[in-house]
Every structure is written in C-alpha cells, then in structure tokens.
C-alpha cells in the first residue's frame, strides 16, 4: 500500500484537439479526434509528436515578461502550473483544470510548432499489470522519451544526474525551473532528469537508489477499477488524483516530482490518460457529465460550481469556465480516446 508519507508529500510537491477540426467553439463535436496510446502510434507518428515535444521547449516565452525564470515557451506553461500547484491540485478542479491545460498545450503544438498529430496517452497500467515499468517502451531512447537519469560525474547541483538518451538528451534541453529545488522558482539552470524509484531508499551496499517494481501495486488496472467503481465525482477524483496520478508522477521523479511538472515531457501523455479515466467514468452519461463536487481549496472552506471559472494567471487570455471542460466532446473540446474500456 502506499505510504501516507509520500502521499502528503505530493500533495505539496506534485506534481499534470483535434487536428481535422482543432476548435470547434460551440459547434457540435461530429469527427472527434483519436487521442492513441504511445504504442498505438506508428514510429512517424512518435517521431512527429517527439519533434514537436521538443519544438515547444525551444521557442521563447510569451508570457510573464516579469518574470526573469521564464525563458521558453514550455516554461510559461511550467511556471503557471507551478504557481496554481495549491489551486489545482487535491481540490474540486483537478480533472478539469487539467483537461483544459492538455487542450491549451494540444493547441500550442499545432500553432506554434506545426504539429499534425493527436495529444496521446500513456497507459502505465500495461506496464503495471506486467510489472514492467522500469523496463516500457516509452524510455526509448530512439521511439520514446528516453530512460532513467543517469550520474553524470559533475558536482555542480542540477547536473548531477541527467536523462542521457533520447530526444530530451541535456545537450538538448536545459530547464530554468523546479529541480534540484522543487519548491521555489528561480533561474537555476539544470539538466532533464528522472529518478526512477519505489520510495524505498538507497541500496545500502550499492548506494544506489533501489527502483524496485517503481510502485506497480499503485497504478495497476486493478486500481483503475476501483476508481471506475466510485458513484460521485468527488470519490472518483480524489483516489484518481491521489493514487495512480500522484504514483507515477513520484516514482518516475527528478523533473516529474515537483510542480513544475510539465518540464518532463511524458507529463502530457500521464494526463491525457489521467483524463481518459475521467471520461471513461464518465461515459457521457448526463448525470455523470454534470457531476462536479468538492471544494476549491484545500481547507475545505469553499464549495466548488460547475459555473466556477478556472485560474490561468497569463497563460489564457480567458478563464475558462468548469462546465466547458465537462464533455470531450462538447464546447471547446472535440476528441475521443482509442480505448475506454479498462
Ligand atoms: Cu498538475
């Protein structure tokens, strides 16, 4: 089971389209898009979402010119996940909020990056059924997102231990916020980096940071079902968010530990299927597309509305409001995932 500790820790620290017919605005949702699982995808098709996974973290910010941390434009969406993390996380608007924020980033790829795939999903139970994390094909360094972070041998914090392979190598990728401070925001300069993990601690011969299973029991579809099984929203999301979402964000670490989440690539494709959950729970059936419930902070002192409007700080030029992010395939919103059963 999962230890409460590390559960409380994520709570402060954790950290989370169409291209036919990118915005419908109103219109009916007739041809929604496909979002696939990674292994669904053929090799062209990771190596566009790739391409444009690493076009974003290239092109210079747009927003919070205050803020001198800011330099990319992935970082204006790192920095106001970062500075929400206590508006958007263990309260009410969890799943929408994030459901927006994969939207908005789905968009950015498309407009700013020319990218003509689908935001796809990662479904990290395969890997836990198969108790084959550390091993997944996503940490590929050729069709994937590339593997583990490795020592580097430099003594200078941040560089320590970086992700070697793959398309977010550190000679191609240098990131301004988060680790090795997860908590403060700063111009500190450090290399991608991931630290698999099973919350056990170092090898006390090797030294080594024991990745064991990486917590499979946490994100299993056994998990899944459970969650399935809950009648309220509010039940639904709290084990969702607290579980298999909080699980995979500590076990994998480094970059995807702290708020600033949206620095390690895969955060899109752990949301996307984070969101695939919420929406296969709800099946589009109306009581469950209009069940929305809990509080918008975390001293449980206001109570959440459909009709609440989201915080977006620069990043949106509109707040989106709760209601418009209820339906895939309604409002803003026209897509569809591959697979909804478990
Ligand atoms: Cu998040």
Redesign the pocket.
């Known amino acids: 089971m999962l230890p409460q500790s590390l559960l409380l820790a994520l709570g402060a620290a954790s950290?989370?389209a169409a291209s036919v017919i990118p915005r419908q605005n109103g219109t009916t949702c007739t041809n929604p898009v496909v979002r696939k699982e990674w292994r669904e995808l053929t090799d062209a098709e990771k190596a566009e979402y790739l391409r444009a996974a690493v076009c974003v973290r290239n092109l210079p910010k747009q927003k919070y010119s205050q803020i001198e941390a800011v330099t990319t434009r992935m970082d204006d969406l790192v920095y106001t996940?970062f500075s929400l993390n206590l508006d958007?996380?263990f309260v009410a608007n969890f799943l929408p909020w994030?459901r927006w924020f994969l939207h908005l980033h789905e968009n950015l790829l498309r407009d700013e990056c020319g990218f003509k795939g689908v935001q796809p999903y990662w479904d990290w139970s395969i890997e836990a059924d198969s108790r084959t994390m550390p091993e997944s094909p996503i940490w590929d360094a050729a069709t994937g997102f590339g593997g583990n972070g490795v020592k580097t041998g430099n003594p200078t914090p941040g560089f320590q231990r970086c992700v070697v392979d793959g398309p977010f190598a550190n000679t191609n990728l240098t990131l301004a916020m988060g680790w090795p401070d997860m908590n403060t925001v700063g111009n500190r300069l450090h290399c991608f980096t991931r630290e698999f993990n099973s919350a056990e601690g170092h090898d006390p011969v090797t030294g080594e940071i024991i990745i064991g299973d990486m917590q499979v029991s946490a994100y299993s579809s056994a998990v899944m079902r459970t969650i399935d099984n809950f009648d309220t929203y509010r039940r639904m999301s709290e084990m969702l968010e607290g579980l298999p979402h909080a699980q995979i964000h500590s076990v994998i670490f480094g970059d995807m530990g702290p708020a600033t989440?949206p620095n390690e690539p895969l955060f899109f494709l752990h949301h996307a299927n984070v969101d695939r959950a919420w929406a296969r729970w709800q099946g589009r059936n109306a009581t469950r597309l209009a069940d929305y419930a809990g509080f918008i902070d975390r001293d449980e002192t206001i109570r959440a509305s459909i009709t609440d409007e989201m915080p977006v700080m620069e990043l949106a030029d509109t707040k989106p409001v709760v209601q418009d992010y209820m339906d895939t395939m309604a409002g803003p919103l026209c897509y569809t995932y591959s697979k909804m059963t478990l």
């Open positions: 950290t989370a996940h958007i996380h994030h989440s």
